[in-house]
């Protein structure tokens, strides 16, 4: 939606290379969450974040809420790293109610 | 690890007809959420709740009722199925307003 704009919309990467996503709010958010949908459908948690960064293996988020952004970096990526990559934050924290992005397609090619 | 099982995971309904998308979760969290997802698309929020008899709209609820009879279970409910309804929808639960979601594995859902 236009309150969660992620970036780029889609994007190809050969193994072995580095990228990073972004997340653009217009809303006010104290916390982001970062998924991945596999190509099976399935969402898995990557990150929770409140204003910082966070680190699990070659993956990296930052969240910056002064700025309101939200950065995921793919080092070294690899084939299993394919698929839709959505980040949402919470528009209102008395309810949970998060708010996605459209996410960004992500191919890694050998 | 935070399980919430929906059923069933596929299904393809007559337009007019009735259709319950059942969710359970074992994670002990008071907030549960159905989404739906269109192809190519992120997830819109339908319904939420954040205590057992209790239910509240979302941003798309038009079309759609839901009910938690329990902390444990949340069903979606389609009184009259419509083509437009045709998507993959996800429960969620969450321990707090602002905790981390975590996904059922999805159901998808047909109108013909």
């Known amino acids: 939606g236009d309150q969660v704009k992620q970036s780029p919309s889609a994007l190809s990467l050969q193994e072995g290379t580095n990228s990073a996503l972004r997340c653009n709010f217009s809303i006010a958010t104290t916390t982001v969450q970062w998924f991945l949908q596999n190509p099976r459908g399935s969402l898995m948690n990557l990150f929770y974040l409140v204003p910082g960064t966070k680190e699990n293996g070659r993956l990296k988020s930052t969240f910056n809420s002064k700025e309101s952004y939200s950065t995921l970096h793919i080092r070294d990526a690899q084939l299993e790293d394919s698929g839709t990559y959505f980040c949402a934050a919470v528009g209102d924290t008395n309810t949970g109610k998060l708010t996605f992005g459209d996410g960004t397609v992500l191919t890694v090619k050998p | 690890e935070a399980a919430v099982t929906q059923s069933p995971r596929s299904k393809v309904a007559v337009t007019g007809g009735k259709v319950t998308l059942s969710c359970h979760q074992t994670?002990?969290?008071?907030?549960m959420y159905w989404y739906r997802q269109d192809t190519g698309h992120g997830l819109r929020l339908i319904h939420y709740?954040?205590?057992?008899?209790?239910?509240e709209k979302g941003d798309i609820p038009d079309g759609y009722k839901a009910s938690r009879p329990s902390q444990e279970n949340f069903s979606l409910i389609l009184e009259l199925a419509s083509l437009s309804q045709t998507a993959v929808y996800f429960c969620?639960?969450?321990?707090?307003?602002?905790?981390?979601?975590?996904f059922g594995e999805g159901s998808k859902l047909t109108v013909l």
């Open positions: 969620a639960s969450s321990d707090a307003g602002t905790g981390q979601l975590y």
């Open positions: 709740s954040y205590v057992a008899d209790s239910t």
């Open positions: 994670n002990n969290h008071d907030y």
